[in-house]
């Protein structure tokens, strides 16, 4: 089999199937993720936003299952991209993330929302300037995930930091 094509590294659903969705089922999975196929991407990290901590638990819990059980699933999803709480809430850098749901980066959080989780989360984005960015860092790169900046304020003094 042929397995060159696109990655896409954020994906938040695709063919009308919404990845952030706590009932995603493994059939509406494959339906998506054939479609991306079709359309020639064979990798790709879906991506859930910012949500309270209880909410986002149960999102990466049902995509995760959604992978397992899938036809597709465990050839094309390495892992996640977790592109939320850690961002910056300010007007102007929250996109369409719910401010109210952004937290200081926080290592406990991380390791309470991805436990247990038969694929990693392999992307997160976070905002460097705020409190507890650094410790993340360092502990999101110790889990193996790439840190990305996203939805930040950050100056240049702070971007070199966590860098």
């Known amino acids: 089999m042929d397995i060159r094509g696109l990655t896409d590294l954020q994906v938040n659903g695709y063919a009308g199937i919404d990845f952030n969705d706590a009932a995603l089922t493994a059939d509406a999975l494959d339906h998506a993720l054939a479609t991306m196929r079709a359309a020639g991407v ?10 309270e ?13 959604a992978v397992a059980a899938s036809r597709l699933g465990t050839a094309m ?9 850690f961002l910056n ?14 937290i200081q980066p926080d290592t406990a959080m991380l390791d309470r929302v991805t436990r247990d989780l038969r694929r990693p989360v392999l992307l997160l984005p976070l905002a460097p300037e705020r409190d507890g960015a650094l410790a993340l860092v360092a502990h999101a790169r110790a889990k193996g995930m790439v840190v990305a900046m996203g939805h930040t ?3 240049e003094t702070t971007i070199a930091a966590a860098v």
């Open 42 to 51: 064979t990798t790709c990290l879906p991506t859930l936003i910012t949500a």
């Open 53 to 65: 901590e209880a909410v986002l638990t149960d999102r990466l819990r049902a995509l995760d299952r």
């Open 77 to 85: 999803v390495p892992g996640f991209h977790l592109e939320g709480p």
């Open 89 to 102: 809430p300010a007007p102007g850098y929250a996109g369409c993330h719910p401010p109210a749901a952004m």
């Open 153 to 155: 304020a950050a100056g």
